[in-house]
């Protein structure tokens, strides 16, 4: 069995290119560009958590990367390099190298590279820093929604929601609809190009993670304002749309690990956040409206109330 | 009891000095100043491994952060912010409140913030990751040692291990001497201000945080050359002078936990490292020097060969 820092080496060292000095001193180095600000941000998985025991490795480590680059797309960052620290109930060659394969896949898409970490024994735990750059005074952040606004959201929402309850026995689904809405809950794309292509346009953004109502809650709260979410108009799949009204609310609105963005921009920006959205390749759609009244206020496609009790996923929750 | 999102703000939010940005939004801010270059680390501490169950929060709080401020110290940067990631089995108010007095102590004692960061449930996790500056060029490196330069290590070594083998049972110390040692293991200093203090003088540096063998090992394999190391000289406490020399080899050679700096600096910089020291407030002790020929040999005083069977520690070896 190879010890901790062979392992390191094989599956996690590559040349630096974004770093002036990668893996394999105290620190990594790097130079930041003139006039950017840094954008950092953290995410800590789990199992049972955040994936589950039966997700292959492959797709773990796009998962673990991606919900960290899905952050710095919200607020319009540049991905730039990352840092990974592992705890591993034992040193699984083949689990290290599949969770290899899959995390420098996406980070080789984006372009950004592996600058640090720490390897260690310990319930199975996973750990990333980003680090992206964006202009000075350009980032999106959630404290800019404002009267008015637009309300959208990227993607389509809810397959992660209802690939878990697949797996809770919950819901059945035919083989490859089930694998559809596993990949989403599995593979998720973060919406990078999207949040870069809509600096200067929208007026906030946050990435769905803890479901839509919790999400959006925090930009209200930020923001000092409300807001009115139109339930028939939120994107789903072909999947998710052939399930019962009640679990397509449920999903839509409080489901989780969607890693779509859900962003505001003014009403006379409609046209360019579509052109963005078309630059960045990813469909968007308009969903709601910001209201100066506090609250959240869900609505179906009449206007009329939709009961919901939702609120955001809270990991100390029962 | 209080929800993730209530813990985190109660604990750890803080106001935004260093940051543009700070906790509350999907990614920090950072503006880096002109002509640094960005050092980062990150650390994982697992139960176990790297604390036991019986320390106390708030040394525990200082200790995760303290041994990611030891790589920078090694770097010789100057650190800004960090990002933490938890996972905790439960929502542990008197645990959380405990652990970040310690850690606030020594961010407030260094000068830096938490700008970031993840909570989660899940086995006992702490992940740090720290982010400071060095003038561009200047950053101490495991690469840069010479043959002829001088070896020297900051501090005291081996009282952390000394600790770990009283709480396994094979050491048996009184009260007081067993509450410095344990002290040692758990309040580790980091030797922030000595590394700045080197840069220009050092020629090469490394925080000894897995033993001096292992870690000393790193900086020969990066700088392609050998070393000898006096075993007499090597600093220790009265503690563990009083114990049997097999065991102080053992601790000071093999120890871990240090978390003091081994650095060398060539020879015809010897008044300078000791005024540098001196700046710092840290004793630092020659204790070898580089050779040419590869390899590390250990000697005692009188320059006899130290049978020694230490390599670094593996944290997957058994």
Known sequence: MPGEFDLIARHFTRPARR?????GDDCALLVPAPGMQLAV????????????ATVAPERLGHKALAVNLSDLAAC????????L??????ADEAFLAGFAQGLHALADAQGIELVGGDTTAGPLNICITVIGQVPSGQA???????????????????????ALEVFRGRVALPGAEFEAVRRAMEQPQPRVALGR??????????????GLVGD???????????????VDALPR??????????????????GGDDYELLFTAPAARHADVLQAARHAGVAVTRCGAIEAAAGLRIVDAQGRPVPQRFRGFDHFAA
Chains 1, 2 share one sequence.
């Open 237 to 254: 799949s072909t999947v998710l749309v052939a399930q019962p009204a009640a679990l397509q609310h449920e999903c839509l609105l409080a």
């Open 76 to 83: 319009g960052a540049e991905p730039l390099v990352y840092t």
């Open 85 to 90: 620290a592992l705890a591993l109930p034992r």
């Open 19 to 23: 770093a002036v000095l990668g893996v």
């Open 41 to 52: 941000s953290c995410d800590m998985l789990v199992e049972g958590r955040h994936f589950l």
């Open 140 to 162: 999106l952040l959630r404290s800019g929604a404002r009267a008015g606004d637009e309300i959208w959201v990227s993607g389509q929402l809810g397959d992660a929601r209802l």
């Open 197 to 210: 292509s809509l600096r200067g346009i929208a007026s906030s953004a946050i990435d769905l993670s803890d």
């Open 216 to 230: 959006l809650g925090h930009v209200l709260q930020r923001s000092g304002i409300g807001a009115r979410i139109d």
